[in-house]
């Protein structure tokens, strides 16, 4: 059932952060009508079942370069508590699709808009990737060892922390503004300003002294060498984040170091020592047997898993964290709910799969479908 039933949002067809918004909206119940690109053999796009952020959506083929696709998406909209695009600023509205043309049919509209770096400011209409929205913001230069360059941790901070989830928590809240105040509002998501957020409290630890400029000489960021990640004897890798005092202890319990002599655990000059001393102890068992010694514990242990391993973990398997959809392992949908569980509503769907019965059951007729179909504004 889901939280968001009887919620319907339109999405225009994009990639990376603003499918993933929609993913999760759907994944909560929400009706998400995607609208994709109508274009000569359609049918012969690449197989849609990989994207696995394309699941749960019905998909409406239109082609918005005819003034009657750009009528079919508007009388979608007028029945539509949402819609999300993940388009440059300007393009919406040079399609004929902006702001003031959607809420003028629907006041009550909540238009999710996602882009790199915002709707306005000097640099607003170019191209951009995660790694230079985080690269902007003062994100990315802190993820890195010491002496080493700055790291793009995949594109997981920018597109979908800081873009995708931005996007879905603040569709939500215009949501439920929308429901008290009977109007809709515009979101303006910047992946740089949200990525940047996901940092917030690493600006106040600079302010006051605790993190150090440079790369890899900060509790998180592996300049600890109890908050770091170390190579076992069987060439994998194990996890550690000892950074309360008792958990630290119990490191040194199972790392058999407790009577070793020790300087203070923050005493930031012998770090890199320590790091060594660590990296030869952790080098002595296989990932296995540390996983057997500190799995259980409060060290703060976790063993560095692949995608596959992960699948498999027992904790994993007991949450029910992965599912199949469609022949492909995914992830399952998360947050959970208690009363209104969400679940994916089906595969990624081929472009135009559900055209003629999403548009009838928004009200079009069956020669107005034909007629679309007949001028090349559907597929």
């Known amino acids: ?164 989830m931005l996007l879905a928590m603040g569709t939500l809240a215009a949501l439920l503004e929308a429901k008290n105040s009977g109007k809709g509002q515009v979101i303006d998501a910047a992946m740089l300003e949200g990525a940047t957020q996901l940092g917030a409290f690493l600006w106040g630890l600079r302010k006051s002294g605790t993190w150090k400029n440079e790369r890899g000489a900060n509790i998180l960021d592996t300049g600890s060498h109890f908050y770091n990640t170390y190579e076992c004897k069987d060439g994998k890798y194990v996890s550690i984040g000892s950074i309360e005092p008792q958990f630290y202890a119990e490191l040194l319990e199972l790392t058999g170091t407790k009577n070793d002599e020790m300087p203070e655990q923050m005493e930031r000059d012998q770090w890199p020592a320590m790091q060594e001393k660590f990296a030869a102890i952790f080098k002595t068992k296989t990932r296995d047997e540390w996983t057997a010694i500190m799995g259980m514990s409060d060290v703060c242990f976790a063993p560095v898993l692949d995608m596959q391993e992960a699948e498999q973990h027992p904790h994993n398997k007991a949450r029910g964290m992965f599912i199949d959809v469609g022949g492909i392992t995914m992830p399952a949908p998360a947050p959970r709910f208690s009363r209104t569980p969400s679940k994916v509503q089906g595969p990624p769907a081929q472009p135009g799969e559900h055209t003629d019965a999403t548009l009838a059951a928004f009200g079009f007729s069956k020669d107005e479908i034909s007629q679309l179909r007949a001028g090349e504004a559907i597929a």
């Not at 959607?102 to 790694?131: F, K, S």
Request: proline letters at 7%; glycine letters at 18%.
């Open 1 to 164: 059932m889901g939280p968001l039933k009887g919620i319907k949002v339109i999405e225009l067809q994009g990639i990376g952060p603003a499918p993933h918004c929609c993913m999760m909206l759907s994944d909560m119940g929400a009706e998400v009508i995607r609208v994709d690109r109508a274009v000569a053999g359609v049918k012969g796009v690449a197989d849609p079942r990989y994207d696995v952020m394309a699941r749960g959506r019905k998909s409406v083929a239109v082609n918005l370069k005819k003034p009657e696709g750009v009528e079919t998406v508007l009388r979608l909209v007028e029945q539509a508590d949402a819609l999300i695009e993940g388009f440059r600023p300007g393009v919406m509205e040079r399609l004929g699709l902006g702001p003031d043309v959607c809420m003028a049919r629907n006041e009550r509209l909540v238009y999710g808009r996602m882009t790199g770096w915002g709707q306005d400011g000097p640099i607003a209409g170019i191209a951009g990737h995660d790694i230079n929205y985080i690269a902007l913001g003062g994100t990315l230069h802190h993820i890195g060892v010491a002496g080493g360059k700055p790291v793009p941790p995949l594109n997981l901070v920018g597109d979908f922390g800081g873009g995708g």
